[in-house]
């Protein structure tokens, strides 16, 4: 069913009595031409773009929980394009532009929100560094603006602009970025990839793997044994555990990442904003609360909760930038498992199992790369090659060291 203003007028005199369920609740097939372990945002959107770019209907999105219960369902929104590495920039700014045309390719609303994001700066070295970044996102074809102090101040007079330890000289702003509804963004892969035939198995955990001779040729289930052509693993912060089981030892080590939001608010901030002398980051959801979050806990962890000195943490970031945020009651905080990569930037690649492929090491940043993360991994697993895009981001650079050593985008040596 195709969702429209008329489908709405029509269910309104019908009594709604015509909506379907948007994805069917699908048994496990014994056999599949591809099986996509994870049900989070990339592998809903790999199986939607093997589907509709590739041709390959016969997929199996497994997940052990419900969709979107990981990471996808549980990030702060934020989507942005603003890298400086040549290995990174062209994916993300490709991502920015499948997002631009995400609700009308789904004919879902996921709240794609192009309200801004603003890296602010506190030093000289630091906006020299920003206006390297900006022209670097020009270069690739991104937008970016160089705003001095007045400039700022114009956009957000609330922030403390002469704190005597973190003082504001100006921002790197990209319009272009923004937010999107998270769990919108699961529903509306997951419709429009099960439109396409798909099955997305709920509650299905893979327990290990089907070999043949040195081949990956299917997974062991909870609910028994599904062969496959191909296995494909996008399971983010359960990627070191789910790889383990192959016999591969991964370059990732996952963490908790904590995120907050306060109790509704009328509007106050109408984009995203960054602190640059700390990591705090805020902006507002359409409900009113706001929502925040800085660093990671700095202990490896596979629990889906954080602990109180990041809390405090992130509360002296957020009092350093707009001391009026001490007056707000904190609402709601949760956190999720980050797969940590060692330079900060994402795999996705062949494993060096044949039959097995990777799409792993998103940190804290895979939300905004959702739509050319799928794009570029089914495109890997439907042709064997990367995508021209994510061709940097390949499991060897760990051996040879042609790290994409990214400052900003997750990895912090002593956070490890
Ligand atoms: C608090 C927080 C804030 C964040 N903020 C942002 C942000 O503002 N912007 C941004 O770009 N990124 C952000 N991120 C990061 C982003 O959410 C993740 O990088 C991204 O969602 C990871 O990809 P995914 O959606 O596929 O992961 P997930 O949603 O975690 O999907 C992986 C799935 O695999 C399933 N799984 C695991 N093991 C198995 C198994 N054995 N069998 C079957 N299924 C399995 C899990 O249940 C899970 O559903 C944030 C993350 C957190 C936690």
């Known amino acids: 069913m195709r969702y429209s203003f008329l489908s709405i007028l029509a269910n309104g005199l019908n009594g709604q009595s015509g909506w379907k369920p948007a994805w069917r609740d699908a048994a496990p097939k014994p056999s599949y031409d591809v099986v996509i372990v994870g049900g989070g945002g990339h592998g809903l959107a790999t199986a939607y773009y093997l589907a509709k770019v590739h041709g390959i209907h016969n997929v199996a999105v497994i997940e052990k929980g419900y969709i979107g219960s990981g990471n996808a369902g549980r990030n702060t929104t934020i989507i942005r394009s603003n890298y400086l590495l040549p290995g990174n920039e ?83 702003l990209q319009r272009r970025a923004g937010t999107a509804r998270h769990d919108a963004v699961v529903w509306g892969y997951a419709r429009a990839a099960d439109t396409l035939g798909v099955d997305i198995v709920q509650n299905c955990e893979v327990t290990g793997f089907l070999r043949e001779g040195g081949n990956i040729v299917g997974v062991e289930t909870t609910r028994g044994a599904i062969r496959a052509g191909k296995v494909a693993l996008a399971v983010a912060g359960s990627s070191s555990r789910v790889a383990e089981k192959a016999g591969l030892r991964l370059p990732i080590e996952s963490h908790v990442l904590q995120a907050f939001v306060s109790e509704g608010l009328k509007p106050v901030i109408d984009g995203v904003i960054t602190f640059g002398a700390g990591h ?47 007056r707000l009651r904190l609402l709601r905080m949760w956190g999720g498992i980050m797969d940590m990569s060692m330079d900060g930037s994402p795999i996705i690649d062949r494993a060096p199992v044949p039959g097995l492929y990777l799409n792993a090491g998103w940190c804290y940043g895979g939300f905004k790369a959702t739509p050319a993360s799928g794009w570029c991994f089914a495109h890997l697993i439907a042709r064997d090659e990367p995508h021209a895009v994510a061709g940097a981001y390949r499991l060897d650079r760990f051996r040879s060291g042609h790290l994409i050593d990214e400052k900003g985008v997750g990895a912090q040596p002593n956070l490890h």
């Open 280 to 326: 705090f980051y805020i902006s507002q959801s359409d409900k009113g609360g706001l929502v925040f979050g800085g660093d990671i806990d700095g202990y490896n962890s596979y629990a889906q909760r954080g602990n109180l000195p990041v809390i405090e943490d992130v509360a002296e970031g957020g009092m350093a930038l707009m001391p009026r945020i001490g």
């Open 90 to 172: 062209p994916f993300y700014e490709w991502s920015m532009k499948l997002w631009e045309g995400l609700e009308q390719e789904l004919n879902y609303n996921a709240m794609v929100s192009q309200r801004g994001i603003l890296n602010l700066y506190h030093s000289d070295a630091q906006r020299d560094a920003y206006a390297r970044r900006g022209n670097a996102m020009r270069l690739a074809g991104a937008d970016s603006e160089l705003l001095d102090k007045r400039q700022v101040r114009a956009m957000y007079p609330f922030l403390d602009f002469d704190n005597a330890r973190f003082p504001i000289q100006g921002g790197l």
